[in-house]
T-cell receptor
Framework: KAGVTQTPRYLIKTRGQQVTLSCSPI?????VSWYQQTPGQGLQFLFE???????NKGNFPGRFSGRQFSNSRSEMNVSTLELGDSALYLC??????????????FGEGSRLTVL | GENVEQHPSTLSVQEGDSAVIKCTYS??????FPWYKQELGKRPQLIID?????GEKKDQRIAVTLNKTAKHFSLHITETQPEDSAVYFC??????????FGAGTRLTVKP
């Protein structure tokens, strides 16, 4: 069974641009969550989706948005990029609905560098 | 919201020694406490988890303990090996609380 796939793996953008990251969950998983990972800050929760509905959102500005499609694939978008948005963005899928606390299966991440 | 504190941030042990990583959480509604291991350049992977209806759980050389009264939980690794070297993250969630991760502990096991 294929794991969680994230694209692109690496990307470089300049301040003010926008970026879209994609995540394909493990087949059969309907829960997808996104995290921002920066050195020393651990994993900061961004969003959580289940059955195309955003179930929770973290403390990030409105420039960060996301969605989930009917096939459970998810995208996140960051508009008006700032230098501080440089990070590894991790997507995770789960077989269970968010409230059931299932194991998270992470992708390898998309490393975003903002210049 | 939930806040998870993790200590220490770095930990260095000799091969064969034990390692202990501690986390505290703030939201009493939290009832699920997983631990993830992230090797250098790789994705985080679940190594063990515990739910609030138990106080301790073991899996070979790894154990997790939970004290709900004090709102803290710990990861114990015995007979450490060089392949245990990684960053370990604790996390907490429950009810309407989203998954919150600690800042991570970089464990180095010296041969």
């Amino acid at each position: 069974k294929a794991g969680v796939t994230q694209t692109p793996r690496y990307l470089i953008k300049t301040r003010g641009q926008q970026v879209t990251l994609s995540c394909s969950p493990i087949s059969g998983h309907r829960s997808v969550s996104w995290y921002q990972q920066t050195p020393g800050q651990g994993l900061q929760f961004l969003f959580e989706y289940f059955s195309e509905t955003q179930r929770n959102k973290g403390n990030f500005p409105g420039r960060f948005s996301g969605r989930q499609f009917s096939n459970s694939r998810s995208e996140m978008n960051v508009s008006t990029l700032e230098l501080g948005d440089s990070a590894l963005y991790l997507c995770a899928s789960s077989l269970r609905r968010p409230s059931d606390n299932g194991e998270l299966f992470f992708g390898e991440g998309s490393r975003l560098t903002v210049l | 919201g939930e806040n998870v504190e993790q200590h220490p941030s770095t930990l260095s042990v000799q091969e064969g020694d034990s390692a202990v990583i501690k986390c505290t959480y703030s939201d009493s509604a939290s009832n699920y406490f997983p631990w993830y291991k992230q090797e250098l350049g790789k994705r985080p992977q679940l190594i063990i988890d515990i739910r609030s209806n138990v106080g301790e759980k073991k899996d070979q050389r790894i154990a997790v303990t939970l004290n709900k009264t004090a709102k803290h939980f710990s990861l114990h690794i015995t007979e450490t090996q060089p392949e245990d070297s990684a960053v370990y993250f604790c996390a907490a969630r429950g009810g309407r609380v989203v998954m919150r991760f600690g800042a991570g502990t970089r464990l180095t096991v010296k041969p």
